[in-house]
């Protein structure tokens, strides 16, 4: 069946079908493998290549067995040929959805009524469009019963779920998607991973006015309990975003560091905090403590206060 059809059918079908398959088996993420991988093209364009080459080389085949055929076989098989390619299931399907008379049987349905020499023909609804019709009921007795009657849910509780539901979906985005961090979002970093990208980037970018142990040349002490702008890890990543003191503080980091890579360094460099560096650099701002620290509870008992008699007292009396 499928030989019979004309080569400008065979040809994209099956190049369609390979792409297909290609583009289910390539994991390419969001991007089509023939856009993320260009060696890609290149095979397509070589199945395009082979596929062509195949129907030529058919077509040399049967005309070097054509011209075997005996003259009355030729014709037979001609007149095969010549035969025009129809779609039967594709008509028959079309005739059971529009029922539509051929022209040589409107005679049977044909009215009465002239209009100036235009007849009318009694078509019937086709009934494509009564199926549909008998659908869009059968739905609306359905929406009546579920929401009207039984009251199942309302547009504002589907709201509030639909809601909760993005939420949740965008705090599972947010775990494989670092780089959205900013100050406001940013948390401290304990991963492995994280903190020793961040030791890398201490190394590379900072040692030279922190030193490598953080004991602070240029730059301030690390491993003290002060800070100049404030310490925790939001504080630290804005400094490091934006930059230090105007005209004598550090450089802005937000061109050359990603914000996952300032959050990395960020989160390094308050594990130095309490550690012993060689030459400590003397402390500078002030003692940062955080807010958001829980606050020890005052004790309500207090001590009971001991009376202490004067010796003098109790001799008198």
Known sequence: MFTKTPWWIRIPVLFFLVFGLMEYFIDSGVQPAIIKYPMTQVFMLLVLLILVAIELILNAIETVMFKTLSPEAQERYLAEKNKKWEWKWGKAMYAKLTRTKKIEEEG???????????????????????????????????????????????????????????????????????????????????????????????????????????????G?????????????????????SEGGRDGKGMVAWKQSLKPLEMAQ?????????????????????????????????????????????????VVMN
């Open 220 to 240: 301030p002490n690390l491993t003290d309990a002060n800070w100049i702008l404030g310490g925790g890890i939001k504080n630290v990543f804005n400094t490091i």
């Open 108 to 218: 049977e349905i044909i009215l009465d009524h002239n209009y100036d020499g235009i007849r009318e023909l009694d078509n019937v609804l086709p009934p494509w469009w009564v199926y549909m019709f008998y659908a869009t009921i059968v739905f609306a007795v359905i929406y009546l019963v579920r929401f009207h009657i039984a009251g199942d849910y309302t547009q504002a509780i589907e709201y509030d779920q639909e809601v909760a539901e993005a939420k949740i979906a965008i705090e599972e985005y947010k775990k494989t998607a670092k780089n959205l961090v900013d100050v406001n979002t940013v948390e401290l970093l304990t991963d492995a991973s994280d903190l020793s990208a961040g030791q890398k980037i201490f190394e590379t970018s900072c040692v030279a006015c922190h030193m490598a142990d953080g004991g602070g040349g240029i």
């Open 265 to 313: 360094v960020a989160s390094y460099v308050l594990q130095f905090e309490g550690t012993t560096p060689a030459n400590p650099k003397a402390a500078e701002g002030d003692v940062w403590v955080n807010p958001d620290a829980p606050k020890a509870e005052e004790s309500e008992e207090t001590a009971p206060v001991e009376q202490v008699s004067d010796s003098t007292t």
